[in-house]
């Protein structure tokens, strides 16, 4: 029985982050939303709906994550959820705070919604609200609670911080008593807020993440929760893949962007843009120009805006490979192992 797998990239499925505006109630300290650069403005429903046909194709399935800010402080979540679906969409997932907005819970049903992914920094009160603000664990553990009570299925989305690492192995216990489905434990970045002077002591260290990371996964899937991370360090002779070559992913903005790399999305790179209701490219140089780039260390976006994550041989050749920021191990729950 293998419980650990490296999620292969699928070139026959199109993902699509849509950030459907850019507000948000709380102002966490790894934000990574960048008004100035993804927009303010909250999209009408009508062009929700026009993007959402946009990146539809025949033939080809397709899934649906809808962002924010916030996206529940959007009134016509439920609605959007509901027209996703019924043009075709195969999963349609709301990343959230926990707040739930707009009683999208009750205006919604797991038919609609397939997973409501909740986002929580901390085990405690004190560590979470340190991180994400005062109220929100209480909020966030409330709206577990309700999604779950409804029906639903949920996700819970740790980002791992030297703020919160020590917490860290709190979390599998929790999740498998407050019923959540799967455990996304997702790494720091610099991007947004974390790019900022404070990323040398939020970000982990390789031997941090090591350590760590794995090994609460297992205990996860122990417990039969999936747990999936990002892979981050590729091992000796393993293929690097960079996603938006082989992939179909695609990270909508309301300012009309649209990025193929989410380490891009912080810059005036997108190599697409949405205009009079088409994908168009846009000018030269752009995002493309860079992931189609060769280098001995792997990732060229993540040699770019994290080098804090590489280090060199006296030779100056890499000592490891650094992975697509989108390549996840996936350790499934040990009661829903089928082989
Ligand atoms: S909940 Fe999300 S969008 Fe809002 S401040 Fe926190 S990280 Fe940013
Ligand atoms: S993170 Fe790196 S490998 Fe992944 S899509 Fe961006 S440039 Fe490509």
Known sequence: MNRKRTVAFASNVTNIFFHILTKCNLACRHCYINPEQHGKNTLPL?????????????GRDANVIFLGGEPTLHPDLAVA????????????????????????????????????????DGATREINDAIRGKGSYEACTAGIR?????????????????????ELELMPELIAEWGIDRFFIQVIGLRGK????QSDTLQLTRSEWMDTIPETAFRASDLGITA???????????????????????FI?????????????????????????????TSKINEADLYQLTIPEGCVMNRLVQPGNLSYHDDGTPEYR??????????????????
Do not use: Q
């Not at 009508?46 to 025949?58: A, G, M, V, Y």
């Not at 679906?85 to 926990?98: C, P, R």
């Not at 949920?154 to 911080?161: C, E, G, N």
């Not at 990002?230 to 992913?249: D, M, Q, T």
């Open 322 to 339: 650094v992975g697509c920021c989108l390549l996840k191990e996936e350790i499934r729950g040990l009661f829903n192992c089928k082989e």
């Open 146 to 166: 309700k999604a779950v009570s409804r029906g639903f299925s949920t996700s819970l989305i740790y980002t791992v911080s030297r703020m919160n690492l020590h």
């Open 46 to 58: 009508d062009t929700i709906t026009e993007w959402l046909k946009l990146f539809l194709t025949r």
């Open 194 to 197: 974390s790019a900022g002077s």
């Open 228 to 250: 999936t991370y990002p892979k981050v360090y590729l091992e000796p002779g393993e293929p690097f893949e960079c996603a938006a070559l082989c992939a179909e992913n695609y």
């Open 253 to 281: 903005f309301p300012n009309r962007r649209v990025y193929r790399c989410p380490l891009c999305e912080d810059f005036p790179i997108n190599g697409l843009r949405i205009e009079n209701d088409k994908i168009v490219e």
């Open 81 to 120: 959820a509901e027209l996703a679906k019924s043009m075709g969409y195969g999963s349609v997932t709301v990343d959230t705070n926990g707040y739930l907005f707009n009683d999208v819970v009750d205006r919604s049903t797991p038919g609609v919604i397939d997973y409501f992914s909740f986002s929580l």
